[in-house]
């Protein structure tokens, strides 16, 4: 079993760069694909980016390609999400998660996810 803890989030202006953690207990971190979602007000959860076990293998929503970049640190059970020029768009509540499945694929379906975190708030301002 994986739990995810986010942490990272914070408020910035409209170009700016956070990095968002997700550090993970359990023994089975290193065996099991990991992605981030977001939900903004009033909006339904939606993909942002997934990785691998291996993290050789990773995933964007078009919408943060060439702009996030999603890594994994398994001698730390923790994934990250850095974000770079974020925009008013990207405001919302992210959420870590982690499949159950070992070695199962990394995908951008929020269903085949069976651990959550809490969540944690990004603000970006115009």
């Known amino acids: 079993q994986v739990q995810p803890v986010e942490s990272g989030g914070g408020s910035v202006q409209a170009g700016g760069s956070l990095r968002l953690s997700c550090a993970a207990s359990?023994?089975?971190?290193?065996?099991?694909?990991m992605g981030w979602f977001r939900q903004a007000p009033g909006k339904e959860r939606e993909f942002v980016a997934a990785?691998?076990?291996?993290?050789?293998?990773?995933l964007y929503a078009d919408s943060v390609k060439c702009r996030f970049t999603i890594s994994r640190d398994i001698a730390k059970s923790t994934m990250y999400l850095q974000m770079n020029s974020l925009k008013p768009e990207d405001t919302a509540v992210y959420y870590c998660?982690?499949?159950?499945?070992?070695?199962?694929?990394?995908?951008?379906?929020?269903?085949?996810?069976?651990?959550w975190g809490q969540g944690t708030q990004v603000t970006v301002s115009s």
């Open positions: 359990g023994r089975t971190f290193a065996s099991v694909a």
């Open positions: 990785i691998s076990w291996s993290g050789r293998s990773t």
């Open positions: 998660a982690a499949r159950r499945a070992l070695f199962a694929v990394a995908t951008t379906n929020a269903m085949e996810y069976d651990y």
